[in-house]
């Protein structure tokens, strides 16, 4: 079988795009989707993304990560809108979208693209003993996919995130379920550096739209600031979360906002 797909990126997170959006017999099994995303035997990819119709909604988008498993991505999600304009599936501005957590409001404004987060949960705190090598503070937040994010105090230590990432992904608590795993250089009140270790792609990659998301939301109550929206420094570029901080101390109209881009489209045999 021959299929027609695009490569995007967002911050560096790259992702397989496959539009099945006028046809339901485009259906990959969890073999294939690891041979596709494979930089050693496929296309090589951050995770695969499906466009299809969606009852009630503009689209749907199913993504998948490189180990064949589910869940909601941020960035692939701005680059799955930036596609279904670009493909013009859609016109409408802003479009409404379903994905494995719910449905998104998104807007896009030429290369950038803003994803309105849902299920946005309160802020777990995670005790030192829990925290292995850092002696610093760590906390555990869900959105849309489950983030465990831990302080450090030196810049130079975010090169610990593939060996620290490892250790708190396989660790007890989370092993069966999987978590990806963040840490957070703290630049000022608005800005913050960070690395992620992604579960289903158990390495790290150059952003993460749901980590970027929760640890935004992480610095805001660790730093009790006002700011009402943050700057993410990722290895692939600059994101940004907006949000109004309630009272409880939970947040509300959270947006993940950045760029989008096509890197190429060709054809695959699988």
């Known amino acids: 079988m021959t299929i027609p797909f695009y490569k ?6 790259d992702f397989i795009i496959i539009n099945s959006f006028n046809t339901e017999k485009i259906q990959l099994d969890v073999n294939q989707i690891q041979h596709v995303c494979s930089r050693k035997f496929g296309i090589g990819s951050d995770g695969l993304i499906l466009i299809k119709k969606s009852i009630g909604h503009h689209f749907k988008m199913e993504f998948f990560n490189p180990d ?8 692939g999600a ?17 479009c409404v979208f379903e994905a494995f957590d719910g449905v998104h409001k998104a807007y896009v404004c030429q290369d950038e693209v ?4 849902s299920n946005i949960g309160s802020i777990e705190t995670i005790s030192v003993d829990n925290n292995r090598e850092l002696n610093s503070a760590s906390y555990f937040l869900e959105t849309g996919s489950p983030h465990f994010a831990s302080y ?7 090169d610990l995130i593939i060996d620290y990432g490892k250790k708190i992904r396989f660790s007890e608590e989370y092993k069966n379920e ?4 963040n840490l957070i250089y703290e630049l000022d009140s608005r800005r913050i550096e960070m690395r992620t270790y992604e579960r289903g792609v158990e390495n790290e990659t150059l952003s993460c739209g749901t980590g970027a ?5 992480i610095h805001s109550a660790h730093s009790n600031s006002d700011e009402n929206m943050i700057e993410i420094e990722t290895k692939g570029g600059i994101l940004k979360v907006s949000f109004d901080k309630m009272s409880n101390g939970q947040f509300s109209n959270v947006h993940l906002m950045g760029p989008a881009k096509q890197i190429f489209h060709g054809q695959i045999e699988i």
């Open 8 to 13: 995007y990126q967002g911050t560096g997170n």
């Open 68 to 75: 064949g498993s589910q869940s909601f991505c941020g960035n």
């Open 78 to 94: 701005r680059c799955a809108v930036h596609f279904a304009y670009s493909s013009k599936i859609i016109n409408d501005n802003p």
């Open 114 to 117: 803003k994803v309105e987060m």
């Open 152 to 158: 450090v105090k030196k810049k130079a230590e975010l």
């Open 178 to 181: 999987g978590v990806n795993v």
């Open 213 to 217: 998301t929760a640890c935004a939301l």
